[in-house]
């Protein structure tokens, strides 16, 4: 069993998943931008269930540090056998109040992140002939959000960039699959006013937000050996809010 690198993964849906792979066995390489304080607390967490677990800051929206981060981590580690590209940001305004700086910060952190690291990996995973890469996306990537035009692109375009990989990458023994969540609860949706979340509550047939564990499940069944047939997929984890 290699590691499992998984991007953003010092808080919220990236540190449930790190602790849920750790459980299942994978030595876990963490990453954080900012945030050094929780990437250790996530760290401690998975040595608790036995496992080597290693913190690399990068910026994932620089080619060059996820290079880095990669080499760094391999060094460690030794072969990446699941890549998670979790990390995330929004920067919400309606459109016709969105600067270009809001739009290019989240596609570049959201988007390009994705394309970084999945750029750098895939060889590695080629030459071992096996591996799997699950990308986070978001339901506002498949229905659309107001006040989300930059979020939902960049998340939408992960969506064809998973499935144009899994094309590329399926004949190598490497699968390639997107998490679409829906409203989760973490510091992303931490902020949203009262009204804005009952409202979605409503809508959700489950009634109430995922939990980040919700989400760490599914990610955990597609690095699993009972997925293997899966790729080019999109697992939606949204309550039946879509229904
Ligand atoms: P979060 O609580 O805000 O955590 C974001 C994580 O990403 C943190 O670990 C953060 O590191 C890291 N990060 C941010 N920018 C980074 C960068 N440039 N390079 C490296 N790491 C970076 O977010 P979340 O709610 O768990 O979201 C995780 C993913 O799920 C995102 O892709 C998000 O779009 C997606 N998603 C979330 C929801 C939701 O309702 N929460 C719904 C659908 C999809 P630091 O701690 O160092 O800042």
Redesign the pocket.
């Known amino acids: 069993m290699g590691f499992a690198l998984i991007?953003?993964?010092?808080?919220?849906?990236?540190?449930a998943i790190a602790k849920m792979l750790a459980s299942d066995g994978f030595d876990i390489a963490i990453?954080?931008?900012?945030?050094s304080a929780?990437?250790e607390k996530v760290a401690e967490e998975c040595h608790a269930f036995g496992v080597k677990a290693e913190i690399f800051r990068?910026?994932?929206?620089s080619f060059e540090e996820c290079s880095d981060m990669i080499a760094a981590a391999c060094e460690k580690l030794g072969t990446p056998s699941v890549l998670v590209n979790?990390?995330?940001?929004?920067r919400d305004s309606l459109l016709v109040r969105m600067s270009e700086a809001q739009f290019d910060e989240v596609l570049s952190?959201?988007l390009k992140?994705c394309f970084n690291m999945c750029r750098l990996i895939a060889p590695i995973m080629m030459k071992a002939r096996s591996g799997r890469i699950i990308n986070?996306?978001?339901?506002?990537g498949i229905a659309g959000n107001a006040g989300q035009v930059n979020?939902a692109a960049s998340?939408a375009a992960i969506i064809g960039l998973t499935k144009s990989a899994a094309k590329e990458l399926g004949g190598r023994g490497i699968t390639v699959n997107a998490i679409a969540?829906?409203?989760?609860s973490?510091?992303?949706?931490e902020s949203l006013p009262d009204k804005v979340r009952d409202e979605a509550i409503a809508s959700i047939s489950l009634r109430r937000f995922a939990s980040?564990e919700d989400i760490a499940g599914a990610a955990a069944f597609l690095a699993s050996d009972r997925a293997a047939y899966i790729t080019g997929q999109v697992l939606v984890v949204d309550g039946g809010m879509r229904l």
Do not use: H
Request: glycine share 12%; charged share 10%; aromatic share 6%.
């Open positions: 991007t953003g993964s010092s808080r919220g849906i990236g540190a990453n954080y931008v900012s945030n929780a990437a990068a910026d994932v929206s979790n990390a995330g940001i929004n952190k959201n992140s986070i996306s978001s339901v506002a979020y998340k969540p829906g409203f989760t973490t510091d992303m949706t980040p």
